[in-house]
T-cell receptor
């Protein structure tokens, strides 16, 4: 157990819809990272937050948005969903000590 | 910019050694290594911060050549449990994007 919690674990929805994925980082971790992993592909960096502020942005689509709240949990919003958005979405929090990333179990999104 | 990993895939027999390479065209602050088993989350293996410093424990170690922006992961006397996809993650100075390489799929056979 990494200490990072992601909900929901599985989500099935239709094209054009909007979903919200939620991530609770490990206690004390201020940084949250979001990654997208399509089937048998690599980890594509989407966005990073640190203590409520956006710190870095990767190849995140305009249809996607994210935020980190004062209690440090983060949400990734995906709208106008397309078939190609089907993927495993990982959230990771970063330890201040070693700097390693602790990944949640992921949210598997299926768009039909 | 995404780092490059090689090889893309490798198949080993139990007890054999393997080396996985990671390189970047940009100056790096750190290199991380993670292993992901199918259907699971990536798990941290190690981080390298200084040029040429080799870190690790037991049969998995790594090096980081800061001048060349290259890192290598060494797996010796591989075990069945080493099977999975290995990703290097790189971070540039000043906290820019933390990006992963495309991964190297390692299969260890009995």
């Amino acid at each position: 157990d990494s200490g990072v919690t992601q909900t929901p674990k599985h989500l099935i929805t239709a094209t054009g819809q909007r979903v919200t994925l939620r991530c609770s980082p490990r206690s004390g971790d201020l940084s949250v990272y979001w990654y997208q992993q399509s089937l048998d592909q690599g980890l594509q960096f989407l966005i990073q937050y640190y203590n409520g502020e956006e710190r870095a942005k990767g190849n995140i689509l305009e249809r996607f948005s994210a935020q980190q709240f004062p209690d440090l949990h983060s949400e990734l919003n995906l709208s106008s969903l397309e078939l190609g958005d089907s993927a495993l979405y990982f959230c990771a929090s970063r330890g201040a000590g070693t700097g390693e990333l602790f990944f949640g179990e992921g949210s598997r999104l299926t768009v039909l | 910019q995404q780092p490059v990993q090689s090889p893309q895939a490798v198949i080993l027999r139990e007890g054999e050694d393997a080396v996985i390479n990671c390189s970047s065209s940009k100056a790096l602050y750190s290199v991380h290594w993670y292993r992901q088993k199918h259907g699971e989350a990536p798990v941290f293996l190690m981080i390298l911060l200084k040029g040429g410093e080799q870190k690790g424990h037991e049969k998995i170690s790594a090096s980081f050549n800061e001048k060349k922006q290259q890192s290598s992961l060494y797996l010796t006397a591989s075990q069945l449990s080493y099977s999975g996809t290995y990703f290097c993650g790189t971070e540039r100075p000043y906290g820019q994007n933390f990006v992963f390489g495309p991964g190297t799929r390692l299969s260890v056979l009995p």
